[in-house]
């Protein structure tokens, strides 16, 4: 059974930084992705990074660019996400997702495979 665990949000100011972390279990990473989305109350669900697992190639959605990084932890089955330079509109339950390999990278926010429970960041200015 796959479980993907979310950890790290909170409340931080504009400015600041989190980092996010998604721990896989029953789950091998070969030939697959993972990756971030995001969503805020009445707005659609927005896929913010994604890291092929193999290569570690990665893809950023524009608002986030140059402010957050996705990374992983092969040994530990673990993928973070460094958010730096927090917006209030950063403020969302961010979701950790798994699935199988997509190309491009991009085409992996259409329909992962597994999701996590989600964890809540607020960014107050």
């Known amino acids: 059974q796959v479980q993907l665990v979310e950890s790290g949000g909170g409340s931080v100011q504009a400015g600041g930084s989190l980092r996010l972390s998604c721990a896989a279990s029953?789950?091998?990473?070969?030939?697959?992705?993972m990756g971030w989305f995001r969503q805020a109350p009445g707005k659609e669900r927005e896929g913010v990074a994604a890291i092929n697992r193999d290569s570690g190639t990665t893809y950023y959605a524009d608002s986030v660019k140059g402010r957050f990084t996705i990374s992983q932890d092969d040994a530990k089955n673990t993928v973070y996400l460094q958010m730096n330079n927090l917006k209030p509109e950063d403020s969302a339950m961010y979701y950790c997702?798994?699935?199988?390999?997509?190309?491009?990278?991009?085409?992996?926010?259409?329909?992962?495979?597994?999701w996590g429970q989600g964890t809540q960041v607020t960014v107050s200015s």
């Open positions: 029953g789950y091998t990473y070969r030939r697959s992705c």
């Open positions: 997702a798994a699935g199988t390999y997509r190309f491009p990278l991009a085409n992996f926010f259409s329909s992962p495979d597994y």
